[in-house]
């Protein structure tokens, strides 16, 4: 996957995430404004409604961190993964005489092998060196790279 794919593919997922967390926290702040209102029934039968501003003051409290708590994590989610992808990227730019660099091999599981694991050689070469990756995938999803 390429770095523009995977970086789109993170920005999918947090426009995806701040959809469902503004849900979220709508309906929790909704629950929080009916939480003071109540029924009641005396003892001789007669029933009744209630208002409890106390418990509206407590329930919009408690709604208001709960919301905020849910809307930070995500937001350090995403920045967490923006960020694994920036140092898992490699920039003509910042790569130095002597430096390293990695990135990431995603693998389908097998679909083709009626339940059978299927094996392949990966043989990746960079200038004049040659890096050949023998790869065992199991149905499960269990990878073995050598």
Known sequence: MTQEMLVQEERNRQVAAAVLIGLAASANAMSASQTERGTYTTPSGRTGTFYSPTAAV???????????????????????????????????????????????????????????????????????????????????GGIIAE
């Open 58 to 140: 407590i329930a919009q409290n408690n709604a208001a961190i709960q919301n905020e708590a849910m809307i930070s994590a995500t937001i350090e989610t995403g920045e967490g993964n923006m960020a694994m992808l920036e140092q898992a990227a490699i920039k003509d730019s910042t790569l130095m005489p002597s430096e390293s660099y990695g990135g990431q091999l995603h693998l389908a599981p097998p679909t083709d092998q009626a339940g059978a694991a299927k094996t392949y050689t990966i043989v990746i070469t960079v200038g004049t060196d040659r890096h050949v990756v023998e790869v065992s995938q199991a149905p499960a």
